[in-house]
């Protein structure tokens, strides 16, 4: 038997309650699979740490990490209020980025995707839905502002200043965009790559190397689009994107905007693919305005689940499996109460009984 070692981080927020959805499904994939073993150990992260620990990163947590073949997410994060009990260079969000850093995840993929028997989910009016959204977002983690050079202090005239780089060499540029590459030539072979080149140096940089790349790549249609154009295209024409590829900031603030056009930030999972580790997270937060009432969306949370079958297991026909359990379970009429619309005809269930319902629907599929 094959035993994958598992660290669960569940985190803030509504992390506990859409973590318990995963580690269900996690058992029923294991019941399914004789010579395949999840052990799955628990650690502490986030502000909850931190106020259990003092430390939103514990070495414990960190040891148990290194030694895990792969690493499940929850939700960091306080609300805007109660972040302040904890001080700035200790955050949850800082700790974040330490793991990040720590195992070099650069390559983090954001699928927005939403098929187009769903499209009463999305906001937009089902003709820009069509056939439905299918995109991969994929976003390098590890560079640029985030974790650039920053300083803050009161200048020379006296008035209060903050300052951070924005910086890439050109080798983490063309990893991501080999990444991305290679990911367009499994799909459609469409590749937009987002940038803000007249007027950021290092997006003119970012332009040029995926020029270079390109030649290898014959097979794929390549788009250089602006970052603001996209925000808009995202909204008017989601349908013709199929790869985009994206620095660290610009990343957040589409993928996000990703889970808009879908509907939900429920409906956002992700990948954290590094050279020798990687972890699955949710795209989106702790969600502290719906923590503790059980009615979290948790596909984002399995969904980061099927990701991980896939990407760091090989276990690519039960990811499949559980990607189409959850789609079962929206084509029964079910959902958590974040997709509701006014008028529509959603049956709305909590987040334990969507977890239940993806069981039922997966148990029905050949392992
Ligand atoms: P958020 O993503 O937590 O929530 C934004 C909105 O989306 C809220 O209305 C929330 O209820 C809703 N939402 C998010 N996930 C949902 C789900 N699964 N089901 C239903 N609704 C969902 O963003 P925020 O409120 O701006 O941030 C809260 C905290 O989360 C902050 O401390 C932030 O730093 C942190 N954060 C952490 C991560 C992470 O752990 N990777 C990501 C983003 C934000
Ligand atoms: C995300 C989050 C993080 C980010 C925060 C919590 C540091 O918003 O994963 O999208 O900005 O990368
Ligand atoms: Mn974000």
Redesign the pocket.
């Known amino acids: 038997m094959n035993t994958y070692r598992i660290a669960l981080l569940a985190g803030d927020g509504i992390g506990e309650e859409i973590m318990a959805e995963a580690v269900k499904i996690l058992g029923i994939v294991s019941s399914r699979h004789a010579e395949i073993g999840f052990e799955l150990i628990p650690a502490a992260f986030g502000a909850s740490a931190w106020f259990s620990t003092g430390s939103c990163w514990p070495a414990e947590t960190e040891e148990l990490c290194d030694a895990a073949d792969a690493i499940l997410k929850g939700t ?2 306080l609300g805007h209020t109660e972040s302040r009990q904890i001080p700035p260079d200790q955050s ?2 800082k700790g ?2 330490m793991m990040r850093r720590r195992y070099d995840t650069f390559a983090n993929f954001r699928p927005v995707y939403l098929p187009g028997f769903l499209a009463h989910f999305s906001p937009l009016r089902p003709e820009i839905i069509g056939d439905g959204i299918d995109i991969m977002i994929i976003r390098e ?1 590890v560079g640029g502002l ?1 974790f650039g050079e920053k300083e803050a202090g009161v200048n020379t005239q006296g008035l209060r200043y903050a300052r951070e780089i924005l910086e890439y060499d050109e080798n983490q540029i063309h990893r991501i965009v080999l990444v991305a590459f290679e990911t367009a030539r499994k799909r459609r072979r469409k590749l937009h790559s987002i940038h803000k080149s007249n007027v950021l140096k290092s997006s003119m940089l970012w332009t040029d190397i995926v020029d270079e790349v390109s030649v290898d790549f014959p097979d794929v249609e390549v788009n250089h689009m602006l970052v603001d154009a996209a925000a808009t295209h995202l909204c008017l024409r989601p349908t013709e994107f199929d790869v985009m590829v994206m620095e ?1 900031l610009f990343g ?1 603030i589409l ?2 905007q990703g889970g808009g056009i879908l509907g939900s930030l429920g409906l956002m999972p ?1 990948a954290c693919l590094g050279p020798d580790k990687s972890y699955y ?1 949710p ?3 702790s969600a502290p305005d719906i923590a503790g009432k059980n009615i979290a969306n948790p596909y984002s949370m399995i969904g980061s689940v099927a990701m991980m079958l896939e990407m760091s297991f090989g276990m690519d026909r039960e990811a499949k499996n559980l990607w189409q359990a959850m789609q079962q379970v929206f084509a029964g009429g079910y959902s958590t109460p974040d997709i509701s619309k006014p008028g529509s005809d959603i049956t709305m269930v909590s987040t334990e009984e969507f977890g239940d319902r993806v069981v039922a629907e997966l148990t029905k599929l050949p392992a």
């Open positions: 960091i994060g949850p969000e974040l980025l983690l985030y660290n957040d993928s996000d992700s997270e795209s989106h937060g």
